[in-house]
Structure formats: C-alpha cells, structure tokens
C-alpha cells in the first residue's frame, strides 16, 4: 500500500515519440503504429524480458510468470511471497476468493484457498517442528493470524493486544510480523502510529519501540519487520518506508544502526541464501516506487534492479533513480536457492507476482 511517481523508459519513448510527431518527423509513420512497435519491444527484447540490476546481480525479467486465468484465480494486491517447506512459492493477495496462491517455481499453478482476509497485507511461513506455520497480518482486520498450511487457525493477535499502547486503538494497522527462533514475535503496525511491538512465545506483550517523532530511532511508516542473524546475533531490521531508511534494532528496541537508502521506498526484505555460496549475506530490498535493491554484508547497494547504477559520493549513497518498465510499485520480494527473484505488486493493474532471473554469465 502507499503511492509514488516514477520515471521509465516507457515514458520517456512515449514522450519522445510525440515530441518527434509533433514536429513532422515521423511522416509516414503513423503514432499508433509506433507505440505498437514500442509496446513490442518492451516484451520480446533481451529474449522476452527487460534485464535490470548491475555487475553480478544483473536479472532477466519474466513479467508473465505468475500469470492466471483471472475467472477463476483473480489478484486484487498483490502483497506478500515466500516459499514454503515443499518449494512451492506462496503468494499474497488481498483479493478473499483466494487470498494464498501456491506456484512451482516455473510459474504453474498448484493450489488456491484462504477467504478471510480482506486487506491481507504481510505473509511469513515458519517451519515449525517439521511442520508450515503461516503467519498473516491484515491491516484494517487488525489482526496477525497464525494458520496451518490447510488454513486451520492456531492463533490471532487482535488490537486488544497491543491496546496499552493507544489511546485510540482505531489507530492501529498493523503490516508486518518476524519470529526468532525461540518463538519471540515483533508486529509493525506500519498504517497506523508506527510501533513495533514485541510479544513472547505464548503471545503476552513484553514492549513497544519507535513511534512517530523526529528522534534517531523513531519511525515513519515502518512498513515490514525481519529478524537479521547474520551476525550471529539476532538483532530487528526495519523498513522506515517514510524515512527511505534501513534501521537496526536490537531484540529489546535499542537502535544499533541506521542506512539511508534515498530515492527509495524500502517495504520488505529477503536474504540471499544461494545453492553455491555466492551473495552470502546478502540482502534484497522491495522498493514500493519501482525497484529491488540488493544489498551487501557491508550495508552498500551493490545493485538497483530497476534502477540506474547506486553512486557513492564519500561513503554517502546518492539518491537512488528509477529506470525500467518492469516494475509498478515491488511490495515483497522472495529469493530463491538459485538466486532468482519472485515480485508481487501493490496497485499494479491487478498483476500477478513477477519472477527475475539471474543473467548467465554474471
């Protein structure tokens, strides 16, 4: 959810060939023809898909990927993907004729259920004692339900949960939820006062960090959560969307670290975990206005796929631009073993998730 404008090759072509139209120089070639061709273009070349990213993290796009037969199988949002313990990937939508859909990773269709969640928002899936936990988070339900894979409900964490918190629970809208490993959850309540609120194991709640101000740590729209063990140590990274900022928590709320990411808008995070070792400890970054950003273990944009080549000035990350004709507005993101990238979208003319995949050779 959330808006942005964005600059892309498709604009700009359009824009170009008007200008050339308007000034008599592409007598004989008709507008509409020319935008056909464009359109062609756009889908057929580099093979069928726009490639994006720089260096070793350069992707070829797979646009249609996900696509189905909307009579039977519609998408409203697409809002959270992940994978589960089978390998199929899951998708999110906030459409209730199916808000979980499952895919093989070529793109075909395996199963559709789930009904209850009118403005789905966040998906994880813990494998918990050998067994797939999904944990939905619906921002207007207010709620965070923790499922079954066949959709039997074991837990909900309603507003009455975090009610100390507010002096209006009607300002609540939670986004987002990470679990450790001993069973500890954090829930972003990202359209609401921008918390993030921490529960133990059996769902009592221990605290609450961030919140609106202008302090370091404070928060503007904390979109998404995930638990970073990397280090070795656990700590909370958060999604300032409203900030373009990448923040660092440790488990009792402590901010550790910051890293600006400008020009963008960061929604959801994924770590790399490829077969072969390679990008290890990396991370990808859903940017809501057109963008994945891929990050180092160093904290440095190594990629923008979707946009120009990250620029840094100083050690200080210029602000990130926007360049593809691939990307609406990127929601989640999921990284496969293989490196390639699965992309579901908010308010993208009802498409289905996108899947990238890493260029040969780079």
């Known amino acids: 959810m959330g808006g942005s404008s964005r600059f892309s090759r498709r604009s700009l072509l359009g824009s170009a060939a008007q200008s050339l139209a ?21 889908f057929n070349s580099a093979c069928g898909g726009e490639i994006l990213g720089q260096g070793s993290l350069r992707y070829r796009a797979q646009r249609h990927w996900g696509d189905l037969d909307r ?22 939508t906030n459409d209730t004729h199916n808000n979980l859909i499952a895919y093989d990773k070529s793109g ?6 789930e009904t209850r969640f009118p403005t789905a928002h966040g998906l994880e899936i813990e494998d918990h004692r050998g067994e797939d936990r999904y944990w939905i988070t619906d921002h207007d339900v207010q709620c965070l339900s923790v499922c079954t894979g066949d959709g039997h409900e074991l837990r909900r964490i309603g507003p009455e ?23 500890e959850f954090f829930i972003s ?14 769902g009592n709640y221990i605290s609450g960090f961030g919140g609106l101000g202008n302090t370091p740590a404070s928060l503007n729209e904390p979109h998404s959560v995930w638990i970073d063990t990397r280090s070795g140590k656990p700590s909370v990274l958060v999604c300032d969307r409203g900030n373009e900022m ?21 929604s959801n995070v994924a770590q790399f975990h490829h077969a072969d070792g390679r990008f290890k400890n990396h991370i990808a970054i859903a940017s ?26 100083d050690g200080k990350l210029e602000p990130l631009q926007v360049f593809n004709y691939t990307f609406n507005h990127p929601h989640d993101v999921y990284v496969d073993s293989t490196g390639s990238l699965y992309v579901p979208q908010w308010w993208s003319n009802q498409t289905y998730p996108i899947k990238l995949e890493l260029v040969s050779g780079a």
């Open 108 to 113: 075909k269709f395996i199963a559709a259920w």
């Open 161 to 183: 949960a975090v009610a100390v918190k507010y002096p209006d629970i009607n300002k609540y809208h939670p986004t987002n939820t990470a679990f450790t490993a001993d069973g």
């Open 288 to 313: 809501l206005n057109g963008m994945i950003l891929i990050l180092d273990a160093n904290d440095q944009v190594v990629s923008a796929v979707g946009g120009e080549a990250p620029h840094y000035i």
């Open 246 to 266: 990448l923040k660092w928590f440790s488990l009792s709320g402590e901010l550790q670290r910051v890293v600006p990411v400008p020009g963008a808008r960061p």
């Open 71 to 92: 009579a039977h199988y519609p998408v409203k949002d697409c809002h959270g993907i992940t994978e589960d313990r089978k390998g199929r990937i899951i998708l999110l």
């Open 189 to 202: 309540d990202g359209y609401g006062s921008s918390f993030i609120h921490h529960f133990d194991p059996q």
């Open 22 to 42: 308007g000034a008599g120089l592409l007598a004989g070639l008709p507008f509409d023809k020319l935008r056909a061709e464009e359109h062609s273009h756009s």
